[in-house]
């Protein structure tokens, strides 16, 4: 779900730009914007499910396993059947590394 946040994200910068290209920067900050509240959203959401870790740091490091894992094969799938795509998850890869998340 996280991953999907990425990508409907992208795909409207990518959408706004190509019918006004001088926006994409600001574009770019309100895109950014919503992925973080959105993902906030998810998060909070969930908080009542059963299988959610109560415990914080407990649930932060799962949260890393599993967007590292998942950001490696959205790369190699993008890459084999859409690879004008590839860029969403390259940059939430690059984001990761960036930010030790």
């Known amino acids: 779900m996280l991953g ?3 990508c409907t994200a992208a795909l ?3 959408e706004g730009a190509a019918i006004r290209p001088e926006s994409r ?4 900050a309100r895109s ?3 992925r973080r509240r ?3 959203a998810f998060r909070a959401a969930i908080g009542d499910c059963p299988s959610f870790p109560r415990n914080q740091d407990l649930f932060n490091q799962l949260i890393e396993i599993f967007v590292r894992e998942k950001t490696s094969c959205e790369n190699c799938y993008q890459a084999a059947t859409r690879s004008g795509w590839i860029h ?3 940059a939430e890869f690059v984001e990761i ?3 030790g998340k």
């Open 4 to 6: 999907s946040f990425d």
């Open 12 to 14: 409207a910068l990518d």
């Open 25 to 28: 920067s600001p574009l770019q």
């Open 32 to 34: 950014g914007d919503w």
């Open 38 to 40: 959105a993902k906030q």
């Open 88 to 90: 969403i998850p390259l």
């Open 97 to 99: 590394l960036d930010h």
